[in-house]
C-alpha cells in the first residue's frame, strides 16, 4: 500500500509512504466474519487477488481475465456461477487505493437473515477502513512532523538565533538529521565566536599601532614649549602642562583590559586639548557637558581622541574663526550619546560619504578604526553618525548601549 505525502502548509511533496501489512494478519482480520459458506477477495484495480481464504489464489487473476473481471468489477453487484454454485457477487470499492472487496455469497445464505449479514459485512467493512486510516495518520505524522521541526529550526538559524537545539531521542535516519543539524549549529557557534576573537585581536593591535603613532612634532612642541616656559620662569605653568603630558602618555601604556570608564576617557581627552592650547594658544575652545550619571560607563579606551583630534583640525583650517568645541555625553532610554561638535570647515557631500569606508585616505583612519571598534564591542546597531556641511562644521554622534 503506498500514498504520497505533501507538506500540508504549501503541498509540496514530502516522500511516498509505503505500508507493508500481512496477508495473513489482513485475512484474519476479516476472516472473523465470513458467513458460512462465503468467500472473500480483496482484489486490486487490475483485478489481482491480494487476499483470500485459498492462499494458492493469491497473485492470481480473479476472473475469467482481465477484461471480464473489470467489467465485473464495474457493477456493485453481480449473479455469477463459481463451481456449480450460484452466487450473489457483492463488491465495495476502496478508491483510495485502488482496491475492491469481493464477496461471493451462495444464494440460498442470502435468503437467511438480511440484517445480520448487512452488519457483518458493514463491520467488515470498517475494520479495514479503520485500521487503514490509523496506520497511515500514525505513520504519517512520525514522519512528517519532525521533518517540519527541522525545516522551521533552519529557518531561526537563517534568521541568526545559533541558540536552537533539536531534542534527538530518534535512532533512525530522521535521528541522524537531527543530530547532524545540532553539529552543524554547534560548529557554526564555535566559528562565529573564533571570528570574533581574532577580530578583536586585531582591533587591540591596531589600537597600540596608533598608540604608537602619536605625532612627533606633538611631542616635539609639547616638550619646547614646557621647556619655554620654564626659562621664562613660567613654573606653575610648566608644571601643570608637564602633568597633563604624563597623564597622556598614562594613558597610551598598554592595558590589561581595553575598555576604560568614561570618566577617564573624558580626562585623557580634556589633558590632550590642554597640550594642544600650548601648541596653538588662542585658537579655539572646547566646553564640556557630561552627564554625571554615564560617569562609570565603560567604554573602548582611545574612542574619543581621534575624533576630538580632527575637530580641532578642523575648526583651525577655517580663517577667521575661533574654534569652538563642544563635547556632551547624556543617558537616553535605550542607549547613550556622546556628540562632538565643531565650527569648522565641515565636509562636502562627496567626503561624507566615504568618510568611513575602508578605502579612504589616511586621515580617516582614525575615523574607520573608532567605528570598526565599536561595532566589533556592541554588533552594528552601534557606532558613529556623521552630520555635516561644508563651511558649517561637523557633529560625530557616539551612538552606544545602555
Not at 390 to 398: L, M, Q, R, V
Amino acid at each position: 500500500m503506498g500514498r504520497l505525502i505533501k507538506d500540508l502548509i504549501i503541498g509540496k511533496p514530502l516522500g511516498v509512504l509505503i505500508i507493508d501489512i500481512s496477508e495473513t494478519i489482513l485475512y484474519d482480520r476479516y476472516s472473523e466474519v465470513l458467513t458460512e459458506g462465503s468467500c472473500i477477495y480483496i482484489v486490486d484495480e487490475e483485478g489481482n487477488i491480494i487476499s483470500t481464504k485459498d492462499k494458492r489464489l493469491i497473485g492470481t487473476n480473479y476472473g475469467l481475465g482481465i477484461k471480464n473481471t473489470k467489467h465485473l468489477l464495474n457493477k456493485e453487484n453481480h449473479r455469477i456461477t463459481r463451481d456449480n454454485v450460484k452466487n450473489m457477487q457483492v463488491i465495495s470499492r476502496l478508491n483510495e487505493y485502488g482496491w475492491a472487496i469481493v464477496e461471493e455469497i451462495p444464494l440460498s445464505i442470502i435468503r437467511q437473515p438480511v440484517e445480520a449479514l448487512t452488519e457483518k459485512a458493514i463491520l467488515v467493512l470498517l475494520l479495514v477502513s479503520i485500521v487503514s486510516i490509523i496506520v497511515s495518520y500514525r505513520l504519517s505524522v512520525g514522519i512528517t512532523k519532525p521533518i517540519l521541526n527541522i525545516k522551521n529550526s533552519m529557518n531561526e538559524v537563517m534568521e541568526g538565533n545559533l541558540n536552537i537545539k533539536i531534542i534527538d531521542e530518534r535512532f533512525d535516519e530522521i535521528g541522524q538529521l537531527e543530530k547532524s543539524f545540532n553539529g552543524m549549529v554547534s560548529w557554526l557557534e564555535e566559528s562565529i565566536q573564533e571570528i570574533k576573537k581574532q577580530e578583536k585581536q586585531k582591533r587591540t593591535a591596531e589600537l597600540s599601532f596608533l598608540q604608537a603613532q602619536i605625532n612627533p612634532h606633538f611631542l616635539y612642541n609639547t616638550l619646547s614649549g614646557i621647556r619655554f616656559l620654564v626659562s621664562m620662569n613660567k613654573t606653575e605653568e610648566a608644571e601643570e602642562m608637564l602633568y597633563r603630558f604624563t597623564k597622556l602618555l598614562r594613558s597610551l601604556l598598554p592595558k590589561a583590559s581595553e575598555m576604560i570608564r568614561l570618566e577617564e576617557e573624558i580626562e585623557n581627552i580634556k589633558n590632550y586639548t590642554e597640550l594642544q592650547k600650548l601648541r596653538y594658544p588662542d585658537c579655539f575652545e572646547v566646553v564640556y557637558d557630561i552627564d554625571p550619571e554615564i560617569n562609570d560607563f565603560k567604554v573602548p579606551s582611545f574612542i574619543l581622541q581621534p575624533i576630538l583630534e580632527n575637530a580641532i583640525l578642523y575648526s583651525m583650517e577655517k580663517e577667521d574663526n575661533l574654534g569652538e568645541i563642544s563635547v556632551s555625553g547624556y543617558k537616553q532610554k535605550d542607549c547613550i550619546k556622546i556628540i562632538i561638535e565643531d565650527n569648522g570647515i565641515g565636509m562636502s557631500t562627496n567626503k561624507l560619504e566615504t568618510v568611513l569606508n575602508k578605502e579612504a585616505s589616511i586621515n580617516s583612519v582614525g575615523l574607520i578604526n573608532v567605528q570598526e571598534r565599536i561595532q566589533l564591542n556592541y554588533g552594528s546597531n552601534y557606532g558613529l553618525k556623521i552630520e555635516s556641511a561644508e563651511g558649517e562644521g561637523s557633529k560625530i554622534t557616539f551612538i552606544l548601549p545602555n
